[in-house]
C-alpha cells in the first residue's frame, strides 16, 4: 500500500516509508479549516536516506535506462495521470482548497507535462564544432546526477510535472520536497510512477516543513541540482545553501505581473482574461495578472466593467466549484488582510469586491476578490506580490510611462499588451524587462511548451518547454585529436 487515506509517508526507492523521527504534521482543508490528513515530518535524516536511494539509482539501473525508454516510462506515466484525473483532483481540491475544475485543469496539465517530456527524452542532441585541423569536437548533454526539486503549494502538480518531468527525461534521478501544505496528489502521482515501472530510487520524495526537509535538501551535497519555485526570501536561502556545494539553481520565485491596455484594445476579449489572471486560483498563481495599467481614455470605461464582474463573483468551499475557493491557510489570508488595511490606510479606493457564499464554512480561509483603483506606484499595492485575489489599477498616459510604472518593480516574470498597434506590440515586447511577454492573451500558470521563468527578483533560469532540458543537463565538450 503506497498511501493510506489518512495518513501519508515518505515515498522513497519506490516503498512508503515514515519519518525516522515517527513526527508527523497535520493536513488542513482549507475549505474547513480542520484537520483531515497528516503527513511524515520529515528531517535531514529523512532527506539523507532519499538522496541515498536517487544516487543508488542514478549509478545503477536508472543511469543505464535509455533516452527512448525514459520517454516511453514518462508516456506511460502520462496515461497513468490522465486514467486517475478525478482522483488526484479531488485530492487536491481538499487538500489546498483548490475549486475542482481548477484541481482537474493541474492534473490534465501534469499529464501533458509528462506527455511532452516523454516525446522531448531522445532529441536531446549535442553538437559538432568546427575546430582545428585534425580534430573532431562535439557536445555531450548528460544529467546532472540527482536534482532536488523544492515545489510550492499554489500548483503542486503543475510544478512537480514541469520540474520532475524534465529532469527525468533527461536522466537524473530526482527528490522532490513538496510543500507542507500540498503533499497528497504528489504522493499518489509517485505510486504512479512505481506502478508504470520506474526503477526503484528515479523518483523520491520526502515531505515536512521548509526550514527542515527543504532546508536539508538544498544543503546536501549528493544533490548535484536544485530547481526551487517559492517566495524570494526561501529562494536566496536555498541559492545560498545550494551555493554551499557549488550546485547550481533553477529559481522561479513570483512576481507582480502587469497587464498594459491601451484605449485600440480589444475590450471584449480583454476583459474575461483581465479577472481571470487574477482570480484564477484565488490569485495563488506566480504569474497572475495582478496590476493593470489603462490607457487614460479607456480607464474609466473600463473600471466599470472590471467591477461589475469582479461584483458577480463569488468565492466558497472546493467543492462547490465556484469562481473562487479558500486561501490556502491562515498565514496566507493573513497576510491578503494585512495588504487590504495598508490599501485602506493609503486611502484607496476598493472599486469592487465579489462574495463569500453564506454556507462557506467560518473556519474556511475565505477572500473575496477585491478591485483597487488609483494605486500609486509607491504603494505597496503595487510593488510587491499579494498571493490573493486583489487586482491594482492604474491609469497612464503614454506608452513611456506605462513601460516604466510595468518595469518599476523588483519583479519580472510575466507582462501582457493589450493594443491592436503592431509595431506598438513588438516596441513593448523588447522593452518590458521579464520572462514572457502575452500579446492581446496572457498565460497565467499555462504554456507546457513556452519556457518560463524571470529576471530580478522573479529569479533565473527557464523552466517549461525545451529549454528546461538544458536546465536539467550539463554540456560536456569532447575533442578528438585524430590527425
Ligand atoms: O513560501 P516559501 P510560503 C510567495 C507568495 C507567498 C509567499 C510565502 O508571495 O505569499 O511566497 O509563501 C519550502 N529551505 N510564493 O511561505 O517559504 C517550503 O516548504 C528550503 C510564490 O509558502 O517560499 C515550500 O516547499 N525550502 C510562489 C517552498 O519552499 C524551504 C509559490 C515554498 O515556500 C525553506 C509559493 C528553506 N529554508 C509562494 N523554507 C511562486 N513563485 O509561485 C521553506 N521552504
Request: glycine share 12%.
Given at each position: 500500500?503506497?498511501?493510506?487515506?489518512?495518513?501519508?509517508?515518505?515515498?522513497?526507492?519506490?516503498?512508503?516509508?515514515?519519518?525516522?523521527?515517527?513526527?508527523?504534521?497535520?493536513?488542513?482543508?482549507?475549505?474547513?479549516?480542520?484537520?483531515?490528513?497528516?503527513?511524515?515530518?520529515?528531517?535531514?535524516?529523512?532527506?539523507?536516506?532519499?538522496?541515498?536511494?536517487?544516487?543508488?539509482?542514478?549509478?545503477?539501473?536508472?543511469?543505464?535506462?535509455?533516452?527512448?525508454?525514459?520517454?516511453?516510462?514518462?508516456?506511460?506515466?502520462?496515461?497513468?495521470?490522465?486514467?486517475?484525473?478525478?482522483?488526484?483532483?479531488?485530492?487536491?481540491?481538499?487538500?489546498?482548497?483548490?475549486?475542482?475544475?481548477?484541481?482537474?485543469?493541474?492534473?490534465?496539465?501534469?499529464?501533458?507535462?509528462?506527455?511532452f517530456y516523454a516525446g522531448a527524452a531522445d532529441k536531446l542532441h549535442g553538437t559538432t564544432i568546427p575546430y582545428q585541423d585534425g580534430y573532431t569536437v562535439l557536445t555531450l548533454r548528460e544529467p546532472h546526477g540527482?536534482?532536488?526539486?523544492?515545489?510550492?503549494?499554489?500548483?503542486?502538480?503543475?510544478?512537480?510535472?514541469?520540474?520532475?518531468?524534465?529532469?527525468?527525461?533527461?536522466?537524473?534521478?530526482?527528490?522532490?520536497?513538496?510543500?507542507?501544505?500540498?503533499?497528497?496528489?504528489?504522493?499518489?502521482?509517485?505510486?504512479?510512477?512505481?506502478?508504470?515501472?520506474?526503477?526503484?530510487?528515479?523518483?523520491?520524495?520526502?515531505?515536512?516543513?521548509?526550514?527542515?526537509?527543504?532546508?536539508?535538501?538544498?544543503?546536501?551535497?549528493?544533490?548535484?541540482?536544485?530547481?526551487?519555485?517559492?517566495?524570494?526570501?526561501?529562494?536566496?536561502?536555498?541559492?545560498?545553501?545550494?551555493?554551499?556545494?557549488?550546485?547550481?539553481?533553477?529559481?522561479?520565485?513570483?512576481?507582480?505581473?502587469?497587464?498594459?491596455?491601451?484605449?485600440?484594445?480589444?475590450?471584449?476579449?480583454?476583459?474575461?482574461?483581465?479577472?481571470?489572471?487574477?482570480?484564477?486560483?484565488?490569485?495563488?498563481?506566480?504569474?497572475?495578472?495582478?496590476?493593470?495599467?489603462?490607457?487614460?481614455?479607456?480607464?474609466?470605461?473600463?473600471?466599470?466593467?472590471?467591477?461589475?464582474?469582479?461584483?458577480?463573483?463569488?468565492?466558497?468551499?472546493?467543492?462547490?466549484?465556484?469562481?473562487?475557493?479558500?486561501?490556502?491557510?491562515?498565514?496566507?489570508?493573513?497576510?491578503?488582510?494585512?495588504?487590504?488595511?495598508?490599501?485602506?490606510?493609503?486611502?484607496?479606493?476598493?472599486?469592487?469586491?465579489?462574495?463569500?457564499?453564506?454556507?462557506?464554512?467560518?473556519?474556511?480561509?475565505?477572500?473575496?476578490?477585491?478591485?483597487?483603483?488609483?494605486?500609486?506606484?509607491?504603494?505597496?499595492?503595487?510593488?510587491?506580490?499579494?498571493?490573493?485575489?486583489?487586482?491594482?489599477?492604474?491609469?497612464?498616459?503614454?506608452?513611456?510611462?506605462?513601460?516604466?510604472?510595468?518595469?518599476?518593480?523588483?519583479?519580472?516574470?510575466?507582462?501582457?499588451?493589450?493594443?491592436?498597434?503592431?509595431?506598438?506590440?513588438?516596441?513593448?515586447?523588447?522593452?518590458?524587462?521579464?520572462?514572457?511577454?502575452?500579446?492581446?492573451?496572457?498565460?497565467?500558470?499555462?504554456?507546457?511548451?513556452?519556457?518560463?521563468?524571470?529576471?530580478?527578483?522573479?529569479?533565473?533560469?527557464?523552466?517549461?518547454?525545451?529549454?528546461?532540458?538544458?536546465?536539467?543537463?550539463?554540456?560536456?565538450?569532447?575533442?578528438?585529436?585524430?590527425?
Amino acid at each position: 500500500m503506497l498511501h493510506n487515506p489518512m495518513r501519508f509517508v515518505h515515498f522513497i526507492g519506490n516503498e512508503s516509508v515514515p519519518s525516522r523521527s515517527g513526527e508527523s504534521l497535520p493536513v488542513v482543508d482549507p475549505s474547513s479549516g480542520t484537520v483531515f490528513a497528516q503527513i511524515a515530518r520529515g528531517d535531514a535524516g529523512d532527506v539523507d536516506r532519499a538522496v541515498g536511494a536517487a544516487r543508488a539509482a542514478y549509478a545503477g539501473i536508472w543511469g543505464r535506462v535509455s533516452a527512448v525508454d525514459r520517454g516511453r516510462l514518462l508516456r506511460r506515466w502520462a496515461d497513468a495521470v490522465e486514467a486517475h484525473v478525478e482522483e488526484l483532483a479531488l485530492l487536491e481540491s481538499q487538500d489546498t482548497g483548490k475549486p475542482l475544475k481548477q484541481a482537474r485543469a493541474d492534473a490534465v496539465a501534469l499529464a501533458r507535462y509528462f506527455e511532452f517530456y516523454a516525446g522531448a527524452a531522445d532529441k536531446l542532441h549535442g553538437t559538432t564544432i568546427p575546430y582545428q585541423d585534425g580534430y573532431t569536437v562535439l557536445t555531450l548533454r548528460e544529467p546532472h546526477g540527482v536534482t532536488g526539486h523544492i515545489v510550492p503549494w499554489n500548483y503542486p502538480m503543475q510544478i512537480f510535472g514541469r520540474s520532475v518531468g524534465a529532469a527525468l527525461a533527461a536522466g537524473n534521478a530526482c527528490v522532490v520536497k513538496p510543500a507542507e501544505d500540498a503533499c497528497l496528489s504528489l504522493l499518489r502521482v509517485a505510486s504512479l510512477a512505481a506502478a508504470v515501472g520506474f526503477p526503484a530510487g528515479a523518483l523520491n520524495i520526502v515531505t515536512g516543513l521548509g526550514p527542515e526537509a527543504g532546508q536539508a535538501l538544498a544543503e546536501h551535497p549528493g544533490i548535484d541540482h536544485i530547481s526551487f519555485t517559492g517566495s524570494t526570501e526561501t529562494g536566496k536561502r536555498v541559492a545560498i545553501a545550494a551555493a554551499g556545494h557549488h550546485c547550481p539553481v533553477t529559481l522561479e520565485l513570483g512576481g507582480k505581473s502587469p497587464q498594459l491596455v491601451f484605449a485600440d484594445a480589444d475590450v471584449d476579449a480583454a476583459l474575461p482574461v483581465l479577472v481571470n489572471a487574477i482570480v484564477q486560483n484565488c490569485g495563488q498563481t506566480c504569474s497572475a495578472g495582478s496590476r493593470v495599467l489603462v490607457e487614460r481614455a479607456l480607464y474609466e470605461p473600463l473600471l466599470e466593467r472590471l467591477a461589475a464582474r469582479f461584483a458577480a463573483l463569488r468565492a466558497g468551499p472546493a467543492s462547490m466549484d465556484l469562481d473562487l475557493g479558500p486561501l490556502v491557510n491562515r498565514k496566507q489570508q493573513q497576510r491578503v488582510w494585512d495588504f487590504l488595511s495598508d490599501a485602506q490606510a493609503g486611502g484607496i479606493e476598493l472599486m469592487a469586491q465579489g462574495e463569500i457564499v453564506d454556507d462557506a464554512p467560518g473556519d474556511g480561509f475565505y477572500q473575496a476578490p477585491v478591485l483597487l483603483r488609483d494605486v500609486p506606484s509607491g504603494h505597496r499595492l503595487w510593488q510587491e506580490e499579494v498571493f490573493g485575489p486583489v487586482l491594482a489599477l492604474q491609469p497612464f498616459d503614454d506608452e513611456d510611462e506605462a513601460l516604466a510604472s510595468a518595469n518599476g518593480t523588483q519583479y519580472g516574470l510575466v507582462a501582457g499588451v493589450w493594443t491592436r498597434d503592431g509595431a506598438r506590440q513588438m516596441r513593448l515586447a523588447r522593452r518590458l524587462h521579464c520572462g514572457q511577454v502575452f500579446i492581446n492573451n496572457y498565460g497565467a500558470g499555462g504554456g507546457v511548451e513556452l519556457p518560463f521563468g524571470g529576471v530580478k527578483a522573479s529569479g533565473h533560469g527557464r523552466e517549461k518547454g525545451f529549454e528546461a532540458l538544458y536546465a536539467f543537463t550539463t554540456l560536456k565538450t569532447v575533442a578528438i585529436r585524430h590527425g
